[in-house]
């Protein structure tokens, strides 16, 4: 196959899961507001279409027509900056997720020419499979950190600045917690591969191997995301709305944006390190990915809906304190039992 | 290929000049992180994925956090100024060391002889190559490693000590 | 192998073009109308009270520093963990010194309260 005609069909590819892709996270939206309403004994969004269906497609139309409104005090490139990094940050770990074993056949013939998908690796559940696919992960969501800390600075705001402090020492704190809890999986798998690792799930899930990292893993996430219980930037009655203060229309959107994907990609992450990936009986490989997936993105609403919120210090004594011992006596341990066992 | 090397070698190169040109630090900062990311795809060109990914989670992730958390922390306004005026003097004095640094280069330069480069081993540079020689040739090196974080992590505690009590 | 970081570059740029589309359309979208108490940073209706970028406390940096080092060993014990069943004890001993050093950092600022917020 030749270098264009791969190209375009890479792009095709992702274009089609891109689309998916924002199409569940603008249904994990209603699905939060959904679930948060009958833990709350309302009803939730139920006029626009059947169910509240359309209410997504609703929003976006609001939110395109809204007045974007950039502040004069504000620094112009860099406060138009912030959500971009933000969004575009959230949108790349998903590049290297595996959500099915294949997605299409070896080849496929088209006006009687035959295409090797195969040899591309057009026909796998993911977007790239690279060698380094967590330390991929890791390095794109190490970036999202920008977004917090440029967004507050370029507001010239307070609550904003004080918001983006905030957020970033949060994300950095919880991200040597999230960063160790893997180290045993790494150890079970001998790979840094996400496709590798769940190809090593093939006979028992790591959850059961591994159930403090699993712990561990889906805390820090719920920081990382910062979400309930560890939604600290949107302490209204502290910070206003944190470093997403000063910002309107869609660029406020796409700070909403990354923080539903970063749960989408969180629990995406967790079914392949933990709960086996695309692997199980009966049906369909993509269709046990979505569903895992869907239950761990449940829990993060689920959560939302029942714990109050951490106090600032409390989050940080949770992050030092707690996981990081815990995430290091982990590896040592697994270590050891995987050498006693052989 | 080729073309793939020289553009990333030109946009780090031009973000490295912009780090240096910029009169804002935050700016500095941000034209670092654009050369951190070309630095990182010259890596994955010489098939050292390991070290590329390595390149934007240390760098780019943690250190250039640590940059502008300082930057923010000084909130420097006054230098700005200054430095946007420059005296009589530091400009001679500027153009002189520009002039002499771009002789001595050029000279250096001028002796380097290129010579294709032979095809590199197969998997080096990926994770299990560099884990392997880190964990049994290079053991002391790593070991001392953590010797030197622990005195990073005394020295940030040292320093900061009369602000935290 | 490069080919495949090839669909990680169509897709950053997908992404980038997405992303730039919707800031785009967003704003030349919608109304555009200022006034001087909208011009005001928010700060809950009240004039506000000198420079927004104030200088904040030194423990944003030290929780910063304290990362970094600890990112570093995070990115030791990767390629460690890949070859781990290789290596053994032996890899297991190197690895136990490693991270005892390091929980011997992590003691040190917890005793000395860097890790405190009042």
Known sequence: MNMPLLILLTALKITVILVVFLTAIAYTVLMERKVLGFIQLRYGPNRVGPWGLLQPLADLVKLLFKEDFTPPMVNKVLFIMAPMITAITAFLPFAVIPFASQILPDTITVYGQTLDLKAAGLNQGVIADVNVGILYVFAMSSLAVYGAVLGGWASNSKYSLLGGLRLSAQMVSYELALGLSIIGVLMLAGSLSLVKIVEAQKNLWFIFLQPLGFIIFMIAAFAECARTPFDLIECENELVAGYQTEYSSMKWALFMLGEYCHIIVASALATTLFLGGWQGPVLPPIVWFVLKTFVLVFVFIWVRGTYPRFRFDQLMYLGWKVLLPLALLNILVTGVVILFLG | ?165 | MLLSYLPILIYMVIAAGLVGLIVLLSELLGKKKHFPSKDMPYECGMDPIGDARSRYHVRFYVIAMFFIVFDVEAIFLYPWGVVFKQLGWFGFVEMAIFIFVLVVGLVYVWGKGALEWE
Not at chain 2, 45 to 71: D, P
Not at chain 2, 79 to 100: D, N, W, Y
């Open chain 2, 1 to 165: 290929m080729e073309y793939l090397f020289y553009s990333l070698a030109a946009v780090a190169l031009i973000s490295g000049a912009l780090v240096v040109f910029q009169t804002h630090p935050l700016r500095s900062a941000l034209w670092l992180i654009v050369n951190f990311f070309a630095v990182a795809g010259l890596y994955l060109l010489a098939h050292a994925e390991f070290i590329a990914a390595i390149q934007i989670i240390v760098y780019a992730g943690a250190i250039m956090v640590l940059f502008l958390f300082v930057i923010m922390l000084l909130n420097l306004r006054q230098p700005e100024e200054e430095l946007a005026r420059p005296r009589l003097g530091l400009k001679i004095a500027g153009i002189t060391v520009a002039v002499l640094s771009a002789v001595l280069i050029g000279m250096g330069l001028a002796k380097v002889v290129l010579k294709p480069v032979t095809e590199l081993p197969v998997g080096l540079g990926n994770t299990e190559s560099v884990a392997r020689l880190l964990f049994t040739d290079y053991l002391l090196p790593f070991e001392v490693t953590s010797v030197l974080l622990l005195v990073a992590i005394v020295g940030s505690v040292v320093l900061a000590k009369a602000k935290l009590r």
